[in-house]
C-alpha cells in the first residue's frame, strides 16, 4: 500500500496546476508514463482521486485529501534529507551551525533548507549537541553561529530571538495523571520523580529554573536520558512524567500516545535564541540565515 514519492509529487502537481500533461512535464516524464501513476496510486489506496476531463484535470474531493497528506510527507522527506546532508557536510562546511536538540530536530533543517534554496551552492554543517556544548563551540569559534534553548546565555555571547516554545507535562495514556480533572500544582510536580535530560540541556534547564521561580524544591529525576527521543520513548513505554518541548511531542499528543498534564502556577515558556560571538557583527551566510530563522517564525515583524 505504501506509494512511491515521485507518484506523491506527481499527484501533488496535479492539485498545484490543473492539468496531468503539465505536472508530467515539470516532473520531465511523458504524460501516458503520469497517467499510469497515478492509476497505479488510485488502485493502492482504493480511491479515485483525479476527475480528468477535456478541460483538464481536477483532484476529486478525496484527492485533497490525500494531497494535503501526500504535502506533508514530501515536507518532511526535505526536512529529513537537508538535515542529513547537513550533519553529513559540516567538515567541509561553508557556514558551520550547531544547534540544540529541540531547534535541531524540529526548526533547522527548514531554515537551512530555505537558505540552500537560494544559495544552492552553499554549504551548510550541522552540529547537534545540546545548549550548554552549543555555547561552547560558539565561544571556540569551532562554529560560525548556534541555536539554544536554554532560558540563559553566556554574557559573552551575543544573542537574538528567533522563535519561542512551551514545554508541557506529558505521560503516557495509562498514567494516573491522565485521567485527572484538575491541572497539577507545581508543588505535585516539583515532588514527582521525572523522566529528565542530562545536565547542560536548555529543556531541564528551563524547567529546573520554573521550579526554582516557583519556590517549590528541586528537581527529582527518576532518570537521566542524553536526548528529547530518549525521554519521549520512555514515557511512551511508562516510565513516568517528563516535561517536554511541544514541538518534540505534538505528534505523540495529538495521535494519542502521550497526554499533556495541565500544571498550574508554573511558567514553563521559553526564547528560543541564535548565538554568535559577542561584539562581532554576523556577517555573509550566518547573517543570511539568521534572517531566514526570523522570517520563519514571524520574529522580523514583532521584534
Not at 127 to 150: A, M, Q
Not at 241 to 260: K, Q, Y
Request: net charge positive; glycine share 8%; proline share 4%.
Amino acid at each position: 500500500m505504501t506509494p512511491d514519492l515521485e507518484s506523491l509529487r506527481l499527484l501533488v502537481l496535479v492539485g498545484e496546476l490543473g492539468s496531468i500533461g503539465r505536472a508530467a512535464a515539470k516532473l520531465g516524464i511523458a504524460q501516458p508514463s503520469a497517467s499510469k501513476r497515478l492509476s497505479s496510486l488510485e488502485r493502492k489506496f482504493g480511491l479515485a482521486l483525479v476527475d480528468r476531463t477535456r478541460r483538464g484535470s481536477a483532484l476529486t474531493p478525496d484527492g485533497r485529501v490525500v494531497t494535503d497528506w501526500a504535502r506533508r510527507v514530501l515536507d518532511e522527506l526535505n526536512v529529513l534529507v537537508t538535515g542529513a546532508e547537513a550533519l553529513r557536510s559540516r567538515r567541509a562546511a561553508e557556514l558551520r551551525v550547531a544547534a540544540s536538540l529541540t531547534v535541531a530536530e524540529h526548526l533547522a533543517p527548514g531554515w537551512i533548507g530555505e537558505l540552500r534554496r537560494a544559495r544552492n551552492d552553499l554549504y551548510v554543517g550541522l552540529v547537534v549537541t545540546n545548549s550548554s556544548l552549543v555555547c561552547d563551540l560558539v565561544r571556540g569559534g569551532e562554529v560560525d553561529l548556534g541555536f539554544v534553548e536554554s532560558p540563559t546565555v553566556p554574557a559573552e555571547l551575543s544573542a537574538r530571538r528567533v522563535s519561542t516554545d512551551r514545554l508541557a507535562v506529558v505521560v503516557s495514556p495509562d498514567h494516573a495523571w491522565a485521567r485527572r480533572r484538575k491541572p497539577l500544582t507545581a508543588v505535585e510536580l516539583a515532588d514527582t520523580p521525572l523522566v529528565v535530560r542530562e545536565r547542560g540541556s536548555g529543556t531541564r534547564e528551563t524547567l529546573e529554573r520554573a521550579l526554582r521561580r516557583a519556590k517549590v524544591g528541586e528537581l527529582q529525576p527518576v532518570a537521566e536520558l542524553g536526548s528529547t527521543t530518549a525521554v519521549r520513548s520512555a514515557v511512551v513505554d511508562g516510565a513516568g512524567p517528563a516535561v517536554l518541548s511541544v514541538l518534540a511531542v505534538d505528534a505523540d499528543l495529538s495521535e494519542g500516545r502521550l497526554v499533556e498534564v495541565a500544571v498550574d502556577g508554573l511558567d514553563l515558556r521559553r526564547q528560543l535564541r541564535a548565538v554568535w560571538p559577542g561584539g562581532r557583527k554576523l556577517l555573509g551566510s550566518a547573517a543570511e540565515l539568521l534572517a531566514v530563522a526570523l522570517r520563519a517564525s514571524g520574529v522580523d515583524r514583532d521584534g
